[in-house]
């Protein structure tokens, strides 16, 4: 029996024709069309609908980059909750029931803005994934409140500021021990992380020591997860004496020691988040002349997010034909995304009980919402798909599908995408294989797009085909696409973001 | 929830989803070969532990007597066979009145008996009728006929009445509980296996499709001779391609029949040579070959298409029978081969979603009409007729002469006399209890009768733990077990549980909270032994 052909990965990546930040040009080969449009929102929000596509076609790349981004970063704060501000006290008249719905609402709440606006969602969800806390450590959803509403405001603001603010954070204080870091009894726990994960990346610019001193000019803030109670700084807490951090020499404060970070290692710290959010928006392999033209960029615009954001996004790297596709779905995008293609929108059709099963399908795929794995958080790419889950996606994301199936709107919303994709067409391999570039963003090869094509036919007789009988305004078309999707969401493809 | 699309793709590729449960994989596996489901010789036992299991239904069924490795082909007529020129009923006026320039002639047949006929490029079949293997029963079909190919077809499959919408296929809810931990716990060897992605609705449960799918003969020949669902050389090194090489390799090992699939292919010859350029011989010469090659699926389906004659029926069905005929002959030729005794082990059965007009139209076609004949194949079974042929005598051009065969009394036989489940299985497919037609095909004895498998004991707030609902139950036997957490119209919304669990009382601790279920009305269903009981739950 001859063994199963086997092959290693990565044995040598094909060569990328742009490693600069230069502007993305289109050109004959390396267009501006359907597929970079989508690729751009796949990558920057959960994917385009069929009429973001079409109007980011009339724009330009560089057009369109600046209305996401700049739409994304003009968005008001979240509206605080009735319970932003509950204490223990406040919930103690209701049982676990009362303190789950309100986490339920905030989970909800970021489904539905990754499927809605989208950018500033994901923009979120990745710093969530940057400045690990978990909710099961400490507990308060006031707390839980305070940190969603601080990622989202800063998701795309400056950094600087984001970094400092987070380091008075009860979710923080709580979930790194701040709140036990005291004058004369230091806890290192935060200061490690805050240089380690959260800034300039491991044993990259600090020594030991000055995990020592930071901590001592971390002190003075706490949190009370037992009462769930605003964070305060306490004076007395405080070590109130000089530190010697990076070898610079003062009675350096929580907000200084924080600042002192930016001013004495720009260069590790720009560094190494442009590089986070390299491997996070393009591709699990850095590109070092790219990550830092972008470090670059950050250090020189005062730690604003969006200029680096910008020039990422609009440069001919971003649109290298290699890197289309070129990343795994986190179990976030293995769902979102195929909704908001499909034209669906909250609340119109979207029940709340599609936010709970996909709460529980992205938590049974590794990815729970508030509760990442541990502070290092998600290791994403190549992580999330084992034997085990991608069969599991498999199956959740065909019970997606049903969602489509049984919304009437969606189905009419699926079987006008089919007929703008095709002009109509009358051909069941022109209409599949233009699906299934859509809904991809890839071509299948002739097997297999043979097979789709069967799954689009759904068992309709041959000559439907060939008489006239069928057409795109067919009562079964929408059905149709709900059967190819249901393929397609097991073919590998599908997998790639 | 409307699910009338259930997984049509193949879903045997969930088996990934409790790889770690790899021990009981085996288990089963020992079990299938103690009971002599399987060659022994096919199996890799060798250190594996051997746990004592009782016999589902289904093995204990199978074991008491007659032969243990009965396999239901069906053979789907797609687009809906005129039943009137497959079997023509010889001399009568009212027929060639009706059809004056599609009807088969006297001379264009060879005959079936003295009233029966068929055409002539069946005559393939004639020596499977001399032999005593074939059956034809006459006028197939159900009460108030839908005329949709879609919506009859769904009948057809789901095995429900007119009125009723069931989102499960009868041989899916039959193979489900057959495989309560289909998912977690997956048997090494497909329990259905369909070449053709039409009607798989047939083959869907709640929460899977039991049916490997595979779309087409090409595709079937990518797993079979490589052992592979997805090929991995044909990719190259582009940051995309090597990100889809590796989810194709994980799929491929996740992809648990494939080996199973191989080494059947491997073992299995054509020994006779099948007609060429006729896509149903490809689908059955695959199969004969699986069969022979002991791959131990025991339902198979293939697919032909274009009944739909509308327009200048005679040239184009009776090209399609002629497939039809050449291809069944080749196939029971070849399980025949060599006195091997296979050809009486596989029962073959044709079925349509409908029949056609008895009168012709205008464009030398028929169009959509009531029941139509199916056909039955195997050795053993004897040849005759079942139920009574069409009254073409008094025909009201609105309305077709009623059904004689009702399609879920023949599933109801397929289910007890050839595959030996009890009726209360049939009667649990088939949503009510369903007469069989007695005779139609060599009776196995009846399963273990009607003891019950497991139960339903109550369930209350857990003592001390708040949020925790503990649910009772019991199983009479060791084997799957799966508890679901139902809405209260029926869709399946969590998997509380599902695996091997030995015989006994047992208490599932359930905690809504941690599955993400918001307080309200549900039903919760045990599965386990062939049998499904369900209660109400207020969360």
């Known amino acids: 029996m001859p063994v199963p052909e086997q092959r290693s990965f990565d044995e040598s990546l094909s060569p990328l024709v742009s490693n600069t930040l230069d502007p993305y040009v289109p050109s004959a080969a390396k267009p501006w069309n359907a597929r970079r449009v989508a690729h751009l929102y796949r990558r920057l929000g959960y994917g385009a609908t069929y009429a973001q596509i079409q109007q980011g076609l009339q724009m330009t790349p560089s057009g369109l980059v600046d209305h996401l981004l700049d739409t994304a970063a003009a968005l008001p704060a979240p509206t605080p909750p009735y319970w932003a501000e509950w204490d223990s006290t406040d919930y103690a008249p209701f049982g676990f029931d009362k303190t789950e719905e309100h986490r339920r609402e905030l989970r909800h709440r970021w489904m539905a803005d990754m499927l809605g606006e989208g950018v500033r969602a994901k923009m979120a969800f990745f710093w969530h994934n940057h400045f690990v806390t978990k909710l099961i450590i400490y507990g308060c959803n006031a707390y839980l409140w305070s940190y969603y509403t601080l990622l989202h405001q800063k998701a795309l603001g400056n950094f600087r500021d984001f970094v400092v603010e987070m380091g008075k954070n009860p979710a923080m204080l709580v979930f790194l021990n701040g709140n036990l870091n005291v004058v004369g009894n230091p806890n290192e726990n935060y200061a490690r992380e805050l240089m380690e994960l959260f800034t300039m990346g491991e044993n990259n610019g600090y020594t030991q020591q000055d995990v020592v001193e930071m901590s001592r000019a971390l002190t003075g803030w706490t949190a009370s997860f037992n009462d769930c109670t605003p964070a305060v700084f306490v004076p007395d807490r405080f070590d109130n004496t000089p530190k010697t951090i990076f070898g610079v020499t003062g009675n350096f404060d929580p907000d200084g020691a924080h600042l002192l970070i930016f001013s004495e290692r720009s260069s590790q710290v720009s560094n190494f988040i442009a590089g986070e959010i390299y491997q996070h928006y393009v591709h699990r392999t850095p590109v070092p002349e790219v990550i830092g033209a972008l470090a670059e960029t950050f250090r020189n615009s005062d730690w604003e997010l969006l200029p680096m954001l910008r020039q990422l996004f609009k440069s001919e790297h971003f649109f290298e034909e290699d890197l289309l596709n070129a990343k795994l779905k986190s179990p976030v995008e293995t769902f979102i995304p195929i909704l908001k293609m499909a034209g669906a929108t909250y609340p119109a059709n979207v029940k709340t009980d599609w936010w709970n099963d996909i709460t529980f399908w992205v938590q049974k795929l590794g990815q729970e919402f508030f509760i990442p794995p541990n502070v290092a958080g998600w290791q994403e790419h190549r992580t999330w798909v084992n034997e085990s889950t991608l069969a599991a996606r498999w199956k959740y994301a065909t019970l997606a599908t049903y969602f489509l199936a049984n919304d009437t709107q969606i189905r009419e919303n699926l079987r006008s995408i089919a007929k703008g994709l095709t002009n109509s067409s009358t051909d069941p391999i022109v209409v599949t294989a233009a699906l299934v570039d859509y809904f991809t963003g890839q071509t299948l090869e002739p097997l297999y797009l043979q097979a789709a094509t069967a799954y689009f036919k759904s068992g309709i007789p041959e000559n439907y085909f060939t008489n006239g009988t069928w057409s795109l305004d067919s009562s079964q078309v929408p059905d149709q696409i709900i059967s190819l999707l249901q393929y397609l969401v097991r073919m590998p493809e599908f997998q790639l973001n | ?539």
């Open chain 2, 1 to 539: 929830m409307n699910k009338k699309h259930i997984l049509r793709h193949g879903s045997a590729l969930e088996h990934g989803d409790a790889h770690e449960r790899e021990h009981q994989l085996w288990t089963r596996r020992d079990f299938l070969s103690a009971t002599g489901l399987l060659g022994a010789g096919s199996l890799l036992l060798g250190n594996i532990p051997v746990r004592a299991f009782q016999p589902t239904p289904l093995l204990a069924g199978l074991s008491i007597g007659g032969p243990t490795d009965r396999i239901l082909l069906l053979i789907r007529l797609d687009g809906g066979n005129d039943g009137l020129n497959t079997v023509i009923q010889r001399g009568n006026q009212h027929y060639y009145d009706l059809r004056p320039t599609i009807a088969i002639q006297e001379n264009q047949m060879w005959t079936l008996n003295n009233q029966y006929g068929m055409p002539v490029q069946t005559n393939a079949l004639q020596p499977l009728w001399t032999e005593g293997m074939m059956k034809v029963l006459f006028n197939v079909g159900y009460p108030n006929p839908n005329y949709s190919h879609f919506r009859s077809s769904d009948i057809i499959v789901t095995g429900t009445g007119r009125d009723e919408v069931k989102t499960t296929g009868w041989l899916g809810r039959f193979l489900d509980n057959d495989y309560p931990a289909f998912l977690e716990t997956p048997p090494s060897v497909p329990p259905a296996l369909q070449i053709g992605v039409e009607a798989n609705l047939i083959f869907s449960a709640e929460n899977a499709n039991m049916a490997l799918a595979v779309s087409s003969p090409q595709e079937f020949y990518q797993i079979a001779l490589t052992g592979q669902l997805f090929p991995v050389n044909t990719l190259g090194n582009t940051r995309r391609e090597q990100e889809l090489l590796y989810v194709r390799q994980t799929a491929n090992a996740a992809f648990r029949y494939a080996e199973t699939i191989r080494a059947a292919y491997d073992k299995g010859k054509n020994q006779v040579t099948y007609p060429t350029g006729n896509k149903l011989a490809e689908q059955m010469a695959i199969i004969a070959r699986l069969i022979k090659g002991n791959l131990g699926t025991r339902i198979f389906m293939v697919d032909i298409a274009d009944f739909d004659t509308h327009v200048l029926q005679r040239d184009n069905q009776l090209s399609l029978l002629q497939q039809l005929a050449t291809s069944v002959r080749a196939f029971y030729d070849d399980l025949a081969y060599a006195n091997s005794g296979l050809e009486e082990k596989v029962l073959g059965m044709t079925f349509s979603e409908f029949g056609r007009t008895i009168y012709e139209n205008g464009s030398k076609g028929t169009d959509h009409g009531a029941g139509t004949h199916t056909l039955l194949f195997g050795g053993g079974i004897g040849n005759g007729f079942v139920g009574d042929y069409q009254d073409l005598s008094n025909p009201d051009p609105v309305q077709d002469p009623v059904f004689s065969v009702d399609f879920r009394d023949i599933y109801a036989t397929v289910l007890q006399d050839w595959l030996g489940y009890s009726s209360d299985l049939a009667t649990f497919v088939l949503g009510r209890p369903t007469p069989t037609l007695p005779g139609l095909v060599p009776a196995l004895a009846p399963a273990l009768g009607d003891n019950r498998k497991c139960a339903l004991l109550g369930h209350h707030p857990h003592a001390d733990l708040p949020g925790v609902i503990e649910i009772k139950y019991a199983i009479m036997q060791d084997g799957d077990v799966r508890l679901q957490l139902l809405s209260r119209s029926g869709q399946v919304l969590r998997t509380l549980l599902s695996g091997g669990q030995s015989r006994g009382t047992h208490i599932y601790p359930f905690k809504p909270a941690e599955w993400h279920v918001a307080p309200g009305e549900y039903v919760y269903r045990l599965q386990s032994g062939g049998q499904a009981v369900e209660r109400e739950l207020r969360i």
